[in-house]
């Protein structure tokens, strides 16, 4: 159990604890006692199921780190750009042996650090 979950059952006994013997006293729930805003408290997006990045653009299904990786490894054969949706550069890379591995290196490191590389729907891959 983490930190933070202990201190929600310790304040949650307390609570309780303090409530017993008075008279008309109804114990609230722990939740009743933090201000803090949970992301499960919230409903699931259908936009957005995997939630939204900083600058609230939705995040992809697809992780830039397996599109990375599979650019590095096997980006001679445009695998990291067909994991995307991006058909036609896979193509491109896949006729080009992947720009004879330069580009696929390249490829496959921009995908790694860059924070705006997209899907074929537009949103951004998350890390």
């Not at 599979?70 to 990291?80: A, E």
């Not at 193509?91 to 290196?105: E, F, P, V």
Request: proline residues 6%.
């Amino acid at each position: 159990m983490t930190n933070h979950g202990l201190s929600r059952v310790v304040a949650y006994a307390v609570v309780r604890c303090s409530f017993l013997g008075r008279p008309g006293a109804v114990a609230r729930p722990v939740s009743a006692f933090f201000s803090q805003e949970h992301h499960h408290d919230r409903p699931p997006n259908p936009q957005a199921p995997f939630g939204f990045d900083p600058q609230g653009r939705p995040y992809s299904d697809k992780s830039k780190i397996v599109a990375g990786i599979l650019q590095l490894f096997l980006g001679t054969l445009g695998i990291g750009r067909f994991y995307v949706g991006s058909v036609g550069i896979g193509i491109a890379q896949l006729l080009t042996c992947g720009g004879l591995g330069i580009w696929a290196l390249i490829d496959g490191i921009m995908y790694l650090v860059s924070n705006d590389r997209t899907d074929k729907q537009g949103r951004v891959l998350r890390g």
